[in-house]
């Protein structure tokens, strides 16, 4: 299902450290279960009470989602707009790009408003942990939840009936809370149940999924599946905690730039249908990080946007190598390697595959002699594996070339077909004027004609969600 262009929701995230305490008689795995799950069904008994407040970062404005009072009473009446908040509240804007490994849609445009939760409060960016103190004959306990809960609206929602869906979530994510406890409890390990929002495919809204910290993503899976059963999502991972939305402020964090595609219009959704890669990359190119390796480099560069991918779709925990990392590997992998290496060579198709094995990344590789004429199998990859495409060649007489290939798109009417490149030649700087008028774009025909002799690495995505 297609979602309507630009649709604009309110976001009201609501965070904030809940304390959580109480006594233990027993250490043991089911009294400690028992009584932690009577502590949330308390705590959740005073959420749904007049206790619970809500306010603003600024502190200015405050609410009582139960009673339906606030301190602005005149103005957000119960039929009011809830967009009537926007005066009282500082905002914050997101895009939230609709997107999967077959086609991107839309793009829906969040006014996100933060809201603080008024009980025992933390830092929201602190994790709590779980303290334990030995009274007599009994424990105590106290631990703080780290509640991060989005409400979506639209901005004409009446703002009495907003009020009782602050309430119902933040009991929801309480209840997920208590659940991921009593899952995740081993003897007298008792976990810290976390919050993740991710974007799913074709879904205006994000999706909460509560997971428990310090547990690798390989013990997570039977929950992911669970959650990919429950959902109605493919086998392509959605979910997995390096996967989640980024608010505003709290970005990932890296030196290179993340996904410069969606900063280029896409060609016209009334004549092509569009396959993009699922997932983000980081875009490595020849002169950066002070590197001299134009007429070289660029490969070692392509290897770096593939690893990028799979490691922010958290099918790896190591970091992108370095150019001169990438060189160390190879001269230390073979003799004839090196030499390559040592005389600034151009890579060969031997090279990138050690890499990607090193990196345990299973690829394709195809070789095309067919001049002029592209590959059919880009769009099933695209749909299937959603990874980004290398593709390079070293035509004697000709100067090489590398790129990587984000996407494609087909209308099938008339049999044309466009491919989306990133140049790793490009040697400019890391700005996205620049990087759009050189580096990345949608090519026809002229494309391959360009190329000439040339092959391909299709980097498969890994079983499993």
Same mark, same amino acid.
């Given at each position: ?17 809940? /304390? ?38 600024? /502190?200015?404005?405050?609410? &009582? ?86 409400? @979506? ?31 995740? !409890? ?18 205006? !809204? ?7 910290? /310090? ?29 989640? @939305? ?49 007429? &070289? ?18 099918? !790896? ?48 590789? !195809? ?14 990859? @695209? ?57 990345? /774009? ?24």
């Amino acid at each position: 299902m297609a979602l309507p262009p630009d649709t604009e929701y309110l976001l009201f995230r609501i965070k904030g450290g809940i /304390g959580l305490e109480g006594f233990l008689s027993k250490i043991d795995e089911a009294s400690i279960k028992t009584v932690f799950q009577e502590a949330f069904n308390e705590l959740m008994s005073k959420i749904n009470s007049n206790a619970f407040t809500l306010t603003g970062t600024n /502190g200015s404005f405050y609410m &009582w989602p139960k009673t339906h009072v606030s301190t602005k009473p005149s103005e957000l009446q119960e039929n009011a707009s809830c967009k009537s908040i926007l005066k009282y509240v500082t905002t914050e804007v997101s895009d939230l790009h609709q997107q999967d490994s077959m086609e991107q849609s839309s793009k829906v445009l969040l006014k996100i408003i933060n809201l603080q939760i008024q009980f025992e409060m933390t830092r929201p960016q602190i994790v709590g942990r779980i303290v334990i103190q030995r009274r007599n004959t009994q424990t105590h306990y106290k631990l703080t939840l780290p509640v991060d809960v989005l409400v @979506f609206a639209n901005p004409e929602d009446p703002w009495g009936m907003l009020q009782d869906h602050f309430t119902d979530a933040v009991i929801t994510q309480l209840a997920s809370m208590s659940k991921c406890i009593q899952r995740y !409890t081993k003897g007298k390990t008792v976990p810290i149940p976390q919050a993740y929002h991710f974007k799913l495919p074709n879904k205006p !809204t994000l999706t909460t999924v509560i997971y428990p910290a /310090g547990i690798s993503d390989e013990t997570l899976e039977p929950q992911r599946k669970e959650l990919h059963a429950e959902l109605g999502l493919t086998s392509v991972p959605y979910l997995r905690r390096p996967m989640a @939305f980024n608010f505003p402020g709290e970005e990932v964090v890296s030196d290179y730039l993340l996904n410069v595609h969606e900063h280029l219009p896409l060609p016209d959704p009334e004549q092509f249908k569009i396959y993009l890669l699922s997932g983000s990359y980081e875009f490595h190119h020849c002169m950066q990080d002070n590197e001299n390796d134009e007429g &070289w480099g660029a490969l070692y560069h392509c290897l770096q946007i593939i690893i990028s991918w799979f490691k922010y779709q958290g099918y !790896t925990a190591k970091p992108v190598p370095t150019l001169k990392e990438l060189q160390e590997m190879l001269s230390n992998m073979n003799k004839d390697f090196a030499k390559v290496v040592m005389a600034e060579e151009w890579l060969k198709a031997e090279h990138l595959q050690a890499v990607l094995r090193h990196f345990k990344i299973i690829n394709s590789l !195809t070789e095309i002699r067919s001049k002029a004429e592209e590959p059919r199998e880009l769009v099933p990859h @695209f749909r299937h594996h959603g990874t980004p495409i290398v593709i390079w060649n070293k035509v004697i007489f000709s100067k090489p070339k590398a790129y990587i290939l984000l996407g494609m798109a087909e209308d099938a009417k008339l049999n044309t077909r466009k491919v989306l490149t990133l140049s790793a030649m490009y040697t400019g700087p890391d700005e996205i004027p620049k990087i759009i008028e050189e580096a990345v /774009g949608w090519k026809g025909k002229e494309f391959w004609d360009e190329m000439e002799l040339f092959s391909l690495i299709l980097p498969q995505r890994p079983m499993g969600v």
